[in-house]
């Protein structure tokens, strides 16, 4: 892992709970050592030192911000018809790798209905992913109708792979 992503991160001082707190539990990380974060909203890197690690919180005060951009900012947009959310959770993360800027998920005629997609749960794939390749902004994801965004996109390619 090359940072560790909290919302937070920025802050001069902030505290870790639940899944951030049991990566640092996982990687051993003790009080007096010092770590990475980002909060995927800019480019910056920030250092935290571990104050005090306890059971249930660890505590982190800034030691430097550091402007320090991974990825180029890529404009790609990718366009895909709704299917199964399985699919698309095993796929984002080779997208977010990739660099694409925005998923736009399409319903279409053609589109597997049925399905419920969880946008929190494509988020938080999305950012481990971008814990663990290193991208120091989240790939954006939005749902519209293929009408509408054949309205909004002038300069689109459609490629259908079954007709």
């Known amino acids: 892992m090359r940072f560790l992503y909290s919302q937070n991160a ?4 902030i505290c870790l709970v639940k899944e951030p707190l049991e990566h640092l539990k996982v990687r051993r990380v003790r009080a007096g050592e010092t770590i990475a974060l980002r909060n995927l909203l800019d480019d910056n890197i920030y250092d935290y030192a571990v104050n005090s690690f306890g059971r249930f919180e660890a ?3 800034l030691i430097k911000s550091e402007l320090k951009p991974v990825l180029p900012r ?8 709704v299917v199964d959310p ?3 959770e095993k796929t984002l993360p080779s997208l977010n790798e990739l660099g694409v800027g925005k998923l736009t998920l399409l319903w279409s005629e ?6 419920r997609l969880n946008l929190d749960r494509f988020d938080r794939i999305i950012i481990g992913s971008c814990e663990q390749c290193g991208r120091s902004r989240k790939m954006a994801i939005e749902i ?12 689109a390619a459609l ?3 079954g007709g």
């Open 10 to 13: 920025g802050e001069a001082e």
């Open 59 to 61: 505590r982190l005060s």
């Open 74 to 81: 890529y404009e790609t947009r990718l366009a895909w018809c």
């Open 86 to 88: 399985k699919i698309v």
């Open 110 to 115: 053609k589109s597997q209905r049925g399905f």
């Open 144 to 155: 519209m109708e293929l009408a509408g965004f054949a309205r909004e996109t002038s300069n």
């Open 159 to 161: 490629l259908d792979f």
